[in-house]
């Protein structure tokens, strides 16, 4: 894969691509995941789900279950404390305590097909699940609101009954929870210097995160208030506090043992089975577990929301953009917290553009209470901001790319909502993929057709903590709390062997419960390599300090009169004698100089965070004229990375988003029956990408550093999702004259529109005859 | 709890024997790649499963040149597109086993389960359609044939009566210059269900057609027979208009439903795609035969 190198490398770890010390564990089949833990005395929890999108729960009869012989307990919402109704800043995100209980256990309504009613705990699984079939829960059905459009309709039934927003006013019942605007300049004074202007309408269908593994946890709880839950998580921290504010217990109370994760893409950043496991666990006095089956996972676990979005633009015949106007509304799901803001936030905040408004709404409806995935929020906003653009590309007669580096933000443009960017690399991204061999090949047959679009992710910092421990033989453990995704465990082995002078393979990365480590935010925000690789860099640093000091005492010097250089200890020549001492000796002399040495370090980066990342992508297709079906035959994706730590691993990310947005693109879509139940609740018709789906994506690493960060990293693991349905979408208008303006572009709709295009054509030809 | 018997006999007579004293709650097991995934759905609970793996008389594959393929009900796909002479005479059987799930399921799934679990999707069952397959089933009162295209008689239901096993299909030899062929339609490359499947064997003498059936998958609740179809095109000259021909009379009988894996309008207009397909493949075949 090309690497193009803009940082220089002077570094002896950082940009290599050493093997992944957790990857035997992986591939031998010994790693522990969510569902591997087993107690003794442990039950087994099953949970009883809505049948209905939308329902209010009359009472729940569960005698006849507890009779079964096997049945330990079985708990409700009634067993929850009614938690705090304030939102609260929780890690990432802004969080209602009493949402999220009611989305762990449905109180006095079900809102979604499959939200989770009540939770049985047994000796055996196959017991749980009969005892659900024993519980009787008597409904009284109401009308579901399956779409922003409904919701936002006025007289359409109300989910939450004291949802409230500012504008609608204290005593007008609403299911849109927020309306957010950002405004520059003179819209209309914009629109009028433009030469060309296009308003279109766009639709993406909801779409889940596909993480493999099913959510699993194990919660023990000990008589004495102390508890501990074994969870398949995003962050362990994030749990502890979403877990204690449900249960009402304190944070303190609670350790949380984060397993290996068999992905997340933002899905396991929030709670589902750790307060269930645990409630159960505290009624019964076993530890309980509680996995979910696929179909659990898609009925009522984190999609992202389906959006509705009207967009409009107007250039100058040079190509210069004048203003922009960009409407959305998101479906959170059953609770309000769409990732509407950040799709606000990043729809156009990749150009320059002095005229704007953007207006988006966050909307509640009967669907599974949305949750972060991969740039939440920007990959659907992009679809329609990055489509227009193509055609207003096509209308002025100028390469699409150019118009996207000439209205490229730069270091110094402000974005939408304020900041003013640092050193950022949109333009070199947008750069490199022009220059690419892919976008100067020809693509040649029938129905081909090449596409490219641009994408934008902000990335988070947040706060990390790191301790470096340097053992007696001169090795070193390396301790985070950030659970490894993406090979962050290389990474942080990585950053600390790069400090301390060691060979990769002498550093051991741990991640830690969270009784053993700092705070540390969810693996999540491309935020590990920057947050935690800064916490780790410093802790190593906080190593090599001490280790000065060690020496200085030794040769009689100052700290200051003491280099440190690839693992070796040196006077400095200028001042005195020369003296020299590695890494390895003096950690042999830690029991006469003080001790074992450990560095720690915390950081709290702020919202900012990892630095902006900007991805750009080319994509051949070819459509199948008879059945609307497309094949891509060929994607490159660019992405201003900053500094690669582990080349691979951000190769492997650039290449993970754009299967994702492969998917997004094509096929995946909930479908729902017309009383909002969920029909797809399996991968087999949930229409993920497989291996024979995709071509091998090659990928371009544009490597502006960040200057925020002492090694350049910047965050790599989201951007690359954002850019691939709008690509697609342009690669199928050049394949087939036909603009798709709906997401998924799946066969059967690809189809029609194809139909309709050829319609249309004849009767045009018809009329001109 | 619910309980589940598990019975592995090594006969035809002990099999039926356990499958008739238990009736309804006793269900034939043979991959499980349906059934087991019906059973954890909670759609079927058999309280005894008969595995009929174990019965010699279900999984032999032997084909005769005169009397054509005894293919056993059990006889997992992986035997089917892995026996050469199955290929040369069966390509279009074989394509259609081969679709099923991966390589992993290919090993445990039969063409038996395929047809008996009742589905109007199930791949080969078009592709026996073609073939003129015919089953022959045992039961406590003795033996019968049924015509595949008459086997399934509502979606998840077949002319399977309590007791009754599926022995073996039943499928006449190959005529000369003849071939058959099976597509699907699937939105992915793999790992899917097909929206609509088309299953065509074809005899040609010269340009002229003397012999067609088309079978249908996924276009109504059972698979079909596309008798009008295949009927039009025997004793015609096989050209794009007698193609065009029966694939508007396969579109006239298919009557689709809206599902999650497409629109009936798309199903429609797939039966004429895959009908001009499939026949065009098949006739490719019977040109080199
Ligand atoms: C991942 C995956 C992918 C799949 N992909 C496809 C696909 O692409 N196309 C497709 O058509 N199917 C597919 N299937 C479905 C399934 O694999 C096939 O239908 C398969 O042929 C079933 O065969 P089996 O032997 O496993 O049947 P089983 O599950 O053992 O049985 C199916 C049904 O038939 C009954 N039965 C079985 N044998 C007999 C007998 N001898 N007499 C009477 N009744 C009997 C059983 O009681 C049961 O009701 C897929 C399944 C999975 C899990």
Redesign the pocket.
Known sequence: MAVKKEAHHKYRVVGTRPIRPDGIEKVTGRALYGADYYFPGMLFGKILRSPYAHARIKSIKFDKALKLPGVRAIVTADDLPEADRKPQQMGEQQVSPYYLSCNVLARGKVLYDGHPVAAVAATSPHIAEEALRLIEVDYEPLEPVMTADEAMKPGAPILIDDLRNQEEGPDQPTNVATHLQFKRGDLAAGFDAADCVIEREFRTATVHQGYIEPHASVGIWNPDGHATVYTCTQGSFTVRTLATKVLGMPEGNLKVVPSEIGGGFGGKTTIYCEPIALLLAKKTGHPVKVTMSRSEVLRATGPTSGIHERVKIGVTKEGRITAAQVWMAYEAGAFPGSPMAPGAMTVITSYDIPNLLIDGYDVVVNRPKTCAYRAPGATAAAFGVETVLDELAEQIGIDPLDLRIMNGAHEGTQQPFGPVFKRIGFIETCEALKASEHYNSKLTGANRGRGVAAGFWFNAGFQSSASVYVNQDGTASVVTGSVDIGGSRASMAMIAAEVLGLPIDEVRPVVADTDSIGYTDVTAGSRVTFATGMAVYNAAQDVVRQLKERAAKMWECTPDDVEFDNGVLRTRGDVLQPQQLTLKELAARFIRTGGPVVGRASVSTGGAGAGPAFAAICVDVEVDPDTGKVQILRVTIAQDVGTAIHPSYVEGQLQGGTAQGIGWALNEEYVYDSKGVLRNTGL?DYRMPTCLDLPAIETILVEVPNPTHPLGVRGVGEVSIVPPPAAIANAIYRATGVRMRELPMSPPRLMKALQEHRNSREGQAAAGR | MHEIHYEAPTSLEQAVGILAKHGDSA????????????MRAGV?R?HYVVD?KHIAA?TGIAFDPKSGLRLG??A??IEIFENATLRRHYPGLVE?AH????LQ?QS????????????P?????PALIALGAVAR?VGPKGERQVKVEEFVVSPGR?V?QPG????ELLIPPPPPHSADAYI?F?PRNE????VVGIGAAITLEGDRCTAARIGMGAVAPTPLFAAKASQALVGKKFDAVAIENAAQLAIEQASPIDDMRGTAEFRRHLVGVLTRRTLERAAERARRN
């Open positions: 087999l | 269900r034939p097991i043979c991959g499980g790649t349906d059934l087991l995934i019906q079927r058999p009929v279900l009900a059990a997992p796909c259609a679709l099923i799930g991966s399921i445990r799934a039969s063409v038996g389960g395929n047809l008996c679990n009742g589905s999707a199930a791949d080969t069952t089933l077949t399977i009754e096993l599926l022995v699907r699937i790992m899917d269900i097909a």
